[in-house]
């Protein structure tokens, strides 16, 4: 695959690695479609030192599954998928948060996202706003803001 990879501040480079393939039973390998660039790239861009091994970039992306592993629910090969971020700090299930955000994870309603998700409750106050899969960046920008306090994303 290919892989914008910064190697230090202004050091970009577009370069061949290794294709990703499933190591546990829980991965799954999602072939990306699209992937931006956020203040997590831009401030090393401007004072990351310089570093043999370099750092992939574009870790905010939309994409397709190519395969899933055996324990994955509810993706299938084929799914459209975005990832707002792919690092987490693993204290919150599925990074669902009554705080408004990723972090930091207070509590997780466990009994109301599948009746949410799969639209047999309506989200009422619990989401200020809902968006569709492709409006994803205008949710993050409306949260970002603090025009909308919890959003939700519908394929």
């Not at 750092?55 to 998928?81: C, I, K, S």
């Amino acid at each position: 695959m290919r892989a914008a990879v910064m190697y230090g501040a202004g050091d970009v480079r577009v370069e061949d690695r290794l294709d990703p393939k499933i190591v546990q039973p829980t991965d799954a390998v999602v072939r990306t479609v699209a992937a931006c660039v956020c203040g997590s790239d831009l401030w090393p861009y401007q004072s990351m030192p310089a570093a043999d091994t370099g750092r992939p970039m574009g870790h905010e992306f939309l994409g397709v599954v190519e395969e899933a592993g055996a324990d994955v629910t509810g993706l299938t090969a084929g799914d459209l998928v975005v990832a707002p971020f792919t690092y987490s700090d693993n204290t919150c299930d599925r990074n669902i948060t009554l705080t408004g955000g990723a972090s930091p994870a207070r509590a997780y309603i466990e009994q109301l996202l599948p009746d949410v998700l799969d639209g047999t409750i309506t989200p009422g106050r619990v989401f200020d706003q809902e968006f569709t899969l492709d409006r994803t960046p205008v949710a993050y920008r409306a949260m970002a803001d603090r025009h909308v306090l919890k959003a939700l994303i519908r394929p």
